[in-house]
Structure formats: C-alpha cells, structure tokens
C-alpha cells in the first residue's frame, strides 16, 4: 500500500483487535457461580464485553455503580479477570495477517482502548504484541477516557502522526465520538461486539468492516481514489 492516506491505524481493543470476550465471560461467570447463579451463555454476554465491569455487573447482577455491592462486586470480578486475561483471549481470526500487512508497508499501528493499564499492558505482552504498537493508550493513561478525545490525540503524539494521517477502527460510538473530536476518520468493525440496539450505521463513521481483512481493502480503495 505506498502511498497510503494513512500513516498510522489506531484499533480499540477489546471487541476489535482483540476477542476478550471469552475470558471477561469466565470471570463473570466464576463470580456467578460463587453466589450460587448458573452461568451466562457467552451470546448474552458479547455485546457487553466492550462496556467493561460496568456493563459485565449489570448483565450478570443487576447492579450499577449506585448500588451498595456494585464496589466488592467489581473488585472481586476485576481479580478473577487478571487471573485469566490470556486464558482465552485471541486476535480476531484475520488481524494477525493484517498487522503483519501493515507493518511490510510502513504503517503503524497502535492501540486506544479504555481498559486500564493494569490489564491492558498484560493482555498485549500476552499475544506478544506490546512490543510491536507503535503507541498503547489505555483508559487511564489521560485525565479523560473516550469519549473525549484526548486519549486519541495522545495516541497521535506519541505514533508521530497528526489526526487526519491516522484511522481509527473500533465497535462502538464512544469510539466514533472521540476520533471525530480529534479530527480523525473511523472505520466500524461490525464483527466486534455490537449489541442488538446499537445503530453503528447512525454514528456518523467513515466506513464498517466485516472482518478484519476488509480493513485491507479499504485502506486499497482509499489509496486508488
């Protein structure tokens, strides 16, 4: 791809880059089973596993952060799900061929994730990938996660790209509000784990993929225009 729009391309984590969901699924679950509830089909809780503890708690307890229990129950949760974060956990069935496209044509790749630090930086050295990000901005690296922009234009700072040299790809609309307010493109991946009322086609994004390899292709069609 010489002569790419794009010198650099941004992926959300959980949900885009990587599949997570397996893994937050068992640590829900064994939380479950510790009081006593039978465990959740991993098709109920996908959709959530972009929306982290919070959303995880709500689905399988029904608790928000305003609840009395929300704070142990996170807690514990947490712990399980450090103990397994690279049990399961894999690239999406094609991202490992497109990072390696990327990188044969000179551009990076980094990742902006609202995961914190204390799991996003064991997840990527994990899969062996920490070291090949141009840049890993996690959810408490700035002041403010996504939505808001910073965490993207720190991104850029630290991959020496400004905005528009960048394409974010990511799942949800906190993504698109966040890239948007930087001034960067997005691409949806409607592989990841988008819920039965998400309306990605309403976000305002540059494009949607079906799987990773498409990610390819646009880019191709991007440099042909």
């Not at 704070?71 to 690279?86: D, K």
Request: proline share 8%; aromatic share 8%.
């Amino acid at each position: 791809m010489p002569g790419n729009a794009y010198r650099v391309v941004l992926f959300d984590l959980d949900g885009t880059l990587v599949d997570t969901a397996p893994d937050l699924g068992f640590a829900l679950n064994q939380l479950r089973q510790r009081r006593g509830l039978a465990p959740l089909a991993e098709a109920q809780i996908r959709p959530q596993a972009s929306h982290g503890a919070r959303g995880l708690l709500q689905l399988g307890f029904g608790v928000t952060p305003e609840d009395a229990e929300f704070r142990a129950l996170r807690q514990e949760f947490l712990a399980l799900y450090e103990a397994s974060i690279v049990r399961a956990s894999r690239l999406f069935p094609g991202m490992a061929e497109v990072l390696a496209d990327l990188e044969a044509n000179d551009i990076r790749w980094g990742v902006v994730t609202n995961k914190p630090e204390r799991y996003t930086v064991p997840l990527l050295r994990g899969l062996d990938l920490m070291d090949r990000a141009a840049c890993v901005v996690s959810g408490d690296t700035c002041t403010q996660p996504k939505p808001h922009p910073a965490p993207m234009l720190h991104a850029c700072r630290l991959a020496g790209a400004e905005p528009p040299e960048c394409l974010y790809v990511g799942d949800a609309e906190r993504d698109v509000e966040a890239a948007s307010a930087a001034g960067m493109p997005t691409l949806i991946a409607r592989y990841g784990y988008l819920g039965a009322h998400d309306r990605p086609e309403e976000w305002g994004a540059a494009g949607f993929i079906d799987r990773p390899a498409d990610l390819l292709r646009w880019l191709e069609m991007r440099e042909s225009a």
